[in-house]
T-cell receptor, first 109, second 114 residues
């Protein structure tokens, strides 16, 4: 099974903020990533954070990292219908990405 | 460069047949990865190459699976004697060797074994 854990589903109203949470287990992970997958498509990189940082902001996206608790979150501000997708967090361990099972985000009007 | 390209996009095959998928990575990327994704799951690592050398294979990669990257450019993934459990999306990704360069994924090949 995966070592990276995510909640499976999130419903959010258009215009609200979304927060997707992730817990990873390997303290040696150097980078942590967020990917987005739309139906029938591959994975699109959204953002990543180096393990010695605790926050990174990129336009509507904010990543928070709590290394002590091995907790990663992705906040999407002003969520739009185009943000409906599955979001995966991933940790980089020994050069390979290990993914969580994904969080399905549904944006309602 | 148009990114990572995978062919075919979809493949339906009968159980017991052999299938081969192709991945063309971003040209300057020396690392190439294969992942498998089943419904409701995240991608699972299968194998990766640095240039033409296959550096690691997952336990998921049974003897029926073989991957090659003969000239360090494109890669092929072959599944022999397909089984229904092989039905999945097969994803290819490429990256530079140096961190933090993240993976760039292709759109995947969806395999259905009937």
């Amino acid at each position: 099974g995966e070592d990276v854990e995510q909640s499976l589903f999130l419903s959010v109203r258009e215009g609200d903020s979304s927060v997707i949470n992730c817990t990873y287990t390997d303290s040696s992970s150097t980078y942590l990533y967020w990917y987005k997958q739309e139906p029938g498509a591959g994975l699109q990189l959204l953002t990543y954070i180096f393990s010695n940082m605790d926050m990174k902001q990129d336009q509507r996206l904010t990543v928070l990292l709590n290394k002590k608790d091995k907790h990663l979150s992705l906040r999407i501000a002003d969520t739009q219908t185009g943000d409906s997708a599955i979001y995966f967090c991933a940790e980089k361990v020994w050069g390979k990405l290990q993914f969580g099972a994904g969080t399905q985000v549904v944006v309602t009007p | 460069d148009t990114g990572v390209s995978q062919n075919p996009r979809h493949k339906i095959t009968k159980r017991g047949q052999n299938v081969t998928f192709r991945c063309d990575p971003i040209s300057e990327h020396n690392r190439l990865y294969w992942y498998r994704q089943t419904l409701g799951q995240g991608p699972e690592f299968l194998t990766y190459f640095q240039n033409e050398a296959q550096l690691e294979k997952s336990r998921l990669l049974s003897d029926r699976f073989s991957a090659e990257r003969p000239k360090g450019s494109f890669s092929t993934l072959e599944i022999q004697r397909t089984e229904q459990g092989d039905s999945a999306m097969y994803l290819c990704a490429s990256s530079l060797e140096v961190s933090p360069t993240p993976y760039t994924f292709g759109s995947g090949t969806r395999l259905t074994v009937v």
